[in-house]
């Protein structure tokens, strides 16, 4: 896998920083290609070009086989803590400014980094998950690939969508089915929710059991080395009635809407206002909700957002969703999600391999 490194040394070359901290496990992750991060891991980057990897003996091997280019220090000793370390190297490379993730660091935490560390700290802002909006080929096709994984597993798990099986089951088989066919085995957090509780907007599955005439909500998505895929489909268990009909008719023209704009340069509150210009004059207005997207790579929800206050243009590269939904209270709700590549001429739907249309089971 591609690293990183050079960015960060160009922006410490740009805005004068003879040294930069890194602590985002995520951040750490596109930077180096480190995999097994559980959080007690850091990066130092120093202006003469040095690279240090701050961890505990747990990783050092870790380290050691996927960052051969960085030097592993062990930070965890008797009354020691992490910032003591940088403080070490910081003063061995005769650093006199530091820069750092303030977007990521704990109370906890800085309060040892201010306490320790001599240099002056410099505090930075999105730095790393700005260079992360556009992704590169590597970063596309893992994308793409978890992507089409997803689009498989729902595949399998559509048999197994009927009256009495629980909601933890069919999440369970969904994780299930994206490892088989090719995923991390770290799935995250899925989304599997039925009847009324489908409503809720980031519902967790429980033991629901199915019953006929169900709306079935699915938000889901698998890793392919860490990078992400992200989708939603609603589908029902039986007929549909009428009013589910209707409700999933006006969600796909909101969908349809909010696609018909999306380009590069777009903006995020004009992917929203797209969905209002539809539900405009009708009954429905007033359940959706105000943030219908985001920026997807390693990690799940990254900018730009669809939301009413974002104004982030879309730049060719960026890999991002779109996912309008209607939610009613004690009723139920429906939410149709694809995730798309910003091209230069459009974009390209990574999840189109599995139908928008209303599916009866």
Known sequence: MQTNEPKILAYMQEHQLDAFFVSSPTNIRYISGFTASDGAQWLLFTKNGKKFFITDLRYTEDAALECPDYEVVIWRLPGKVVANSVQDLLKKENCKNVGFEADDFSYEFFLDFDKFVEAEKVPTYSVVSD???????????????????????????????????????????????????????????????????????????????????????????????????????????????????EVYDLVQKMFDACNKITKAGTVGHDIYQAQMDVLEGTKYKGYEYNNIGHGIGLFVHEGPFNSVTDYTPFPVGHVRTIEPGLYIPGWGGVRIEDQILITEDGFENMTEDFTHDLIEL
């Open 131 to 245: 260079m992360r909006i556009v992704k590169n080929a590597e970063e596309i096709a893992y994308q793409r690939q978890a992507c089409e994984i997803s689009c498989r597993a729902l595949e399998m798990l559509l048999p197994e969508i009927q009256p009495g099986v629980t909601e933890k089951e069919l999440a369970a088989k969904l994780s299930l089915y994206m490892v088989m066919n090719g995923a991390d085995t770290m799935p995250y957090g899925n989304i599997l929710i039925s009847g009324a509780r489908t409503s809720l907007l980031h519902g967790v599955p429980s033991e629901k059991a199915l019953a006929y005439g169900d709306f079935v909500l699915m938000d889901f998505g698998c890793q392919v080395h860490g990078y992400m895929s992200d989708m939603t489909r609603t589908v029902v268990v039986g007929k549909a009635t009428s009013e589910q009909r």
